[in-house]
């Protein structure tokens, strides 16, 4: 936009003579451009937008074409256990991915550990491999060893196998860009580690936590496949129900306005995140 | 309050020795300056004392507790960084009461100590603001409250007003001096800052690659080098190598006679050389006179040269004068450095034999 207006500008300028001519031209070719990068982007928002408008609007459909919000009160109803599964493990999962994750990169980024490189290669694996892999493995580990399989944990204990790099590549590069000199000055003013970490450290690496909570939340409340391996048979969580509910009964409304909900309260958490955390809290932060 | 004592610290990272067996002692009350280039372990040196970094040899005393296994946060010193290094999260009162707060004093004491350091550094009403809120300056100044309220034994300075523009250093050091005098604490100084380390220290410790060349006042740093490092490094200065054929006169007469090249030069004779011994000898830029003839003053030593350049700078003259194939600065103030803009060619310098001190070579 500032493009443009100041080409018009300069073409204001040059408006007597012969150049106006050039300059005109040289504004039109401006605006073309303009007009079609423009374009470009409204309509890769389109593409990608479209498969979840019709879905939203399939999810409005009732008995025979009609419209129907009873399809979102028949979700809160039947699928609510699901919902409340989905988020009860999400809940757990990102806890413990945290209290996994905070010492660790602490560990990684302020002491010198020898093959870090390496270990931390060794830690992101899971982002490499596909659920389908990570779901057999789990199923093998519990079925020989800690017989899991029928227990919320084991479950709970799959998802932050999946996600845990999630959350520990952000708080290293949060605690990365942290200058010692904070946690060097509160020690100086007579503060313990422990006290250091969780008054000073703490809440100048909130963005990358925070990141990390959001990354690994979306991605255990959307997980299916990894799920379908290692799910007591007496759980299933909302893409799980989905999954099962598109394969046997084909794609009903209902089950659209669960996918629905499922992507609202992901969107929910994205927005939120930029909301507290991607605006003000960056701001004012680490300024020295 | 506290005295200082490092008795031959070192400390090694790797192959590579930072600071070398040094051995110092500060003073209760004592403002002194560690003073180096970059890379020459003042640094080092300072963040030994704080506790931050463990000296791989040697003992740190305070008063006369050794304290060199103690982690800082038992140490009760207070360092201030070259950043100011607030808790952006915290706002300035809280940021003051940190240091209190860890201790476990109760609130209403420590909000009374906050505004009683807000006040001594003339930001009274800031206590509610957040670091980010404050110029750089004023940063700094806060920092310095963070570290005066907790009553430390020891300041400690890493180079704290070197991300600082020119004016505001100028001021903020004297505000610096002025409350280390007030609190009477021991302070240690960090800078690379001869102009700094001039203005506020009762002690200077020149330092070079992981060791002291010289510990002294501004006027013996200054006026009687005892290394040729010294000499170099503090100030501008003109470098005449010889070698040492004699000595005459006592008490402040004395002179050591020096041969340079084909002359004869007549040094300051303080220290003791043996003749033979190799050594540089040094004369100050404003210190040599530019003769002209008029003048009817005597001189012990006087050259002859060529002016190469003239390099006017508002208050002085800068002269490159050139002696014998070696080039001496001379600095000129008053009238004679508008006279001299217009002249070359040939001029006489004359220096009295107090203005040059001989270093001895280092081995």
Same mark, same amino acid.
């Given at each position: 936009?500032?493009?443009?207006?100041a080409?018009?500008?300069t073409?204001?300028?040059?408006?007597?003579?012969?150049?106006?001519?050039?300059g005109?031209?040289?504004?039109t070719?401006?605006?073309?451009?303009d007009?079609?990068?423009?374009g470009y982007?409204?309509?890769?928002?389109?593409?990608?937008?479209?498969?979840?408008l019709?879905?939203?609007?399939?999810?409005?459909?009732?008995?025979?074409?009609?419209?129907?919000?009873?399809?979102?009160?028949?979700?809160?109803?039947?699928f609510?256990?699901?919902?409340?599964?989905?988020?009860?493990?999400?809940?757990?999962?990102?806890?413990?991915?945290?209290?996994?994750?905070?010492?660790a990169?602490?560990?990684?980024?302020?002491?010198?550990?020898?093959?870090?490189?390496?270990?931390?290669?060794?830690?992101?694996?899971?982002?490499?491999?596909?659920?389908?892999?990570?779901?057999?493995?789990?199923?093998?580990?519990?079925n020989?060893?800690?017989?899991?399989?029928?227990?919320?944990?084991?479950?709970?204990?799959?998802?932050?196998?999946?996600?845990?790099? #999630? /959350? *520990?590549?952000? $708080? +290293? &590069?949060?605690?990365?860009? %942290?200058?010692?000199? =904070?946690?060097?000055?509160? @020690?100086?003013?007579?503060?313990?580690?422990?006290?250091?970490?969780?008054?000073?450290?703490?809440?100048?690496?909130?963005?990358g936590?925070?990141?990390? #909570? /959001? *990354?690994?939340? $979306? +991605? &255990?409340?959307?997980?299916? %496949?990894?799920?379908? =391996?290692?799910?007591?048979s @007496?759980?299933?969580?909302?893409?799980?129900?989905?999954?099962?509910?598109?394969?046997t009964?084909?794609?009903?409304?209902?089950?659209?306005?669960?996918a629905?909900?499922?992507?609202? $309260?992901?969107f929910?958490?994205?927005? %939120?995140?930029?909301?507290?955390?991607g605006?003000?809290?960056?701001?004012?932060?680490?300024?020295? | 309050?506290?005295?200082?004592?490092?008795e031959?610290?070192t400390?090694?990272?790797?192959?590579?020795?930072?600071?070398?067996?040094l051995?110092?002692?500060v003073?209760?009350?004592?403002?002194?300056?560690?003073?180096?280039?970059?890379?020459?372990?003042?640094?080092?040196?300072?963040?030994?004392?704080?506790?931050?970094?463990?000296?791989t040899?040697?003992?740190?005393?305070?008063d006369?507790?050794?304290?060199?296994?103690?982690?800082?946060?038992?140490?009760?010193?207070?360092?201030?960084?070259?950043?100011?290094?607030?808790?952006?999260?915290?706002?300035?009162?809280?940021?003051?009461?940190?240091?209190?707060?860890?201790?476990?004093?109760?609130?209403?004491?420590?909000?009374?100590?906050?505004?009683?350091?807000?006040?001594?550094?003339?930001?009274?009403?800031?206590?509610?603001?957040?670091?980010?809120?404050?110029?750089?300056?004023?940063?700094?100044?806060?920092?310095?409250?963070?570290?005066?309220?907790?009553?430390?034994?020891?300041?400690?300075?890493?180079?704290?007003?070197?991300?600082?523009?020119?004016?505001?250093?100028?001021s903020?050091?004297?505000?610096?001096?002025?409350?280390?005098?007030?609190?009477g604490?021991t302070?240690i100084?960090?800078?690379?800052?001869?102009?700094?380390?001039?203005?506020?220290?009762?002690?200077?410790?020149?330092?070079?690659?992981?060791?002291?060349?010289?510990?002294?006042t501004?006027?013996?740093?200054?006026l009687?080098?005892?290394?040729?490092?010294?000499?170099?490094?503090?100030?501008?200065?003109?470098?005449?190598?010889?070698?040492?054929?004699?000595?005459?006169g006592?008490?402040?007469?004395?002179?050591?006679?020096v041969?340079?090249?084909?002359?004869?030069?007549?040094?300051?004779?303080?220290?003791?050389?043996?003749?033979?011994?190799?050594?540089?000898?040094?004369?100050?830029?404003?210190?040599?006179?530019?003769?002209?003839?008029a003048?009817?003053?005597?001189?012990?030593?006087?050259?002859?040269?060529?002016?190469?350049?003239?390099?006017?700078?508002?208050?002085?003259?800068?002269?490159?004068?050139?002696?014998?194939?070696?080039?001496?600065?001379?600095?000129?103030?008053?009238?004679?450095?508008?006279?001299?803009m217009?002249?070359?060619?040939r001029?006489?310098?004359?220096?009295?034999?107090?203005?040059?001190?001989?270093?001895?070579?280092?081995?």
């Amino acid at each position: 936009m500032t493009a443009s207006t100041a080409s018009s500008d300069t073409s204001a300028v040059r408006a007597p003579g012969p150049r106006s001519i050039v300059g005109r031209r040289r504004l039109t070719s401006r605006r073309m451009v303009d007009v079609v990068s423009h374009g470009y982007i409204w309509l890769c928002l389109f593409v990608f937008v479209t498969p979840f408008l019709a879905l939203l609007a399939y999810s409005f459909t009732g008995p025979g074409g009609t419209y129907a919000i009873e399809n979102f009160q028949y979700v809160l109803g039947s699928f609510g256990e699901n919902l409340w599964w989905s988020l009860r493990i999400s809940g757990l999962s990102i806890a413990i991915d945290l209290a996994i994750a905070l010492p660790a990169a602490y560990a990684i980024v302020r002491y010198p550990v020898p093959g870090k490189r390496l270990i931390f290669s060794v830690l992101s694996l899971p982002l490499y491999v596909p659920g389908a892999v990570i779901g057999l493995s789990l199923v093998i580990t519990y079925n020989f060893t800690y017989h899991l399989t029928t227990s919320m944990w084991g479950l709970v204990f799959g998802m932050v196998v999946g996600t845990f790099p #999630l /959350m *520990l590549t952000p $708080i +290293i &590069v949060a605690l990365k860009d %942290l200058p010692i000199a =904070f946690e060097e000055a509160a @020690e100086c003013l007579g503060a313990s580690r422990w006290t250091t970490f969780w008054r000073i450290v703490f809440p100048l690496i909130g963005p990358g936590v925070s990141a990390g #909570l /959001m *990354l690994a939340f $979306i +991605i &255990v409340f959307n997980e299916y %496949l990894v799920t379908l =391996f290692v799910h007591p048979s @007496e759980i299933t969580t909302a893409p799980l129900r989905i999954f099962n509910l598109v394969r046997t009964a084909g794609l009903l409304p209902t089950t659209a306005a669960l996918a629905v909900t499922m992507q609202l $309260i992901s969107f929910a958490s994205v927005l %939120l995140f930029f909301r507290v955390f991607g605006t003000r809290y960056f701001k004012g932060t680490y300024l020295i | 309050m506290s005295t200082v004592r490092l008795e031959s610290i070192t400390k090694h990272y790797g192959q590579t020795v930072a600071v070398d067996g040094l051995s110092l002692d500060v003073a209760d009350g004592e403002f002194v300056t560690l003073l180096g280039p970059s890379g020459c372990g003042k640094t080092t040196t300072l963040r030994m004392v704080a506790g931050l970094i463990e000296p791989t040899d040697g003992r740190i005393f305070f008063d006369d507790q050794d304290v060199t296994d103690i982690p800082p946060r038992k140490r009760n010193i207070g360092f201030v960084f070259q950043t100011p290094a607030l808790f952006p999260h915290l706002s300035v009162a809280d940021n003051i009461g940190f240091g209190l707060s860890v201790k476990g004093i109760s609130k209403a004491a420590i909000a009374a100590r906050v505004d009683e350091m807000l006040a001594m550094v003339g930001l009274a009403s800031y206590g509610r603001r957040l670091p980010a809120q404050l110029s750089g300056g004023q940063q700094q100044r806060v920092a310095l409250a963070r570290v005066l309220a907790t009553d430390p034994r020891v300041l400690l300075f890493d180079e704290p007003l070197s991300a600082l523009d020119k004016n505001l250093r100028d001021s903020l050091k004297y505000s610096i001096l002025e409350l280390q005098r007030r609190t009477g604490k021991t302070a240690i100084y960090v800078t690379h800052d001869q102009s700094e380390a001039f203005a506020i220290s009762d002690r200077i410790v020149v330092m070079n690659a992981g060791r002291i060349e010289q510990i002294g006042t501004q006027t013996d740093i200054y006026l009687h080098p005892r290394t040729p490092y010294v000499a170099e490094f503090i100030g501008a200065n003109n470098g005449l190598p010889g070698t040492v054929t004699g000595r005459e006169g006592d008490g402040d007469d004395a002179r050591i006679l020096v041969q340079a090249g084909t002359r004869e030069l007549r040094c300051r004779g303080r220290d003791e050389f043996g003749a033979g011994e190799a050594v540089i000898a040094y004369v100050r830029p404003e210190d040599i006179e530019i003769l002209d003839g008029a003048s009817d003053r005597q001189f012990e030593n006087v050259l002859e040269g060529t002016i190469d350049r003239v390099i006017f700078e508002g208050p002085t003259a800068q002269l490159r004068v050139e002696v014998d194939g070696r080039e001496l600065r001379v600095d000129v103030s008053g009238n004679q450095r508008l006279t001299l803009m217009q002249r070359d060619g040939r001029v006489r310098l004359g220096f009295d034999a107090v203005t040059l001190i001989a270093a001895p070579v280092p081995a």
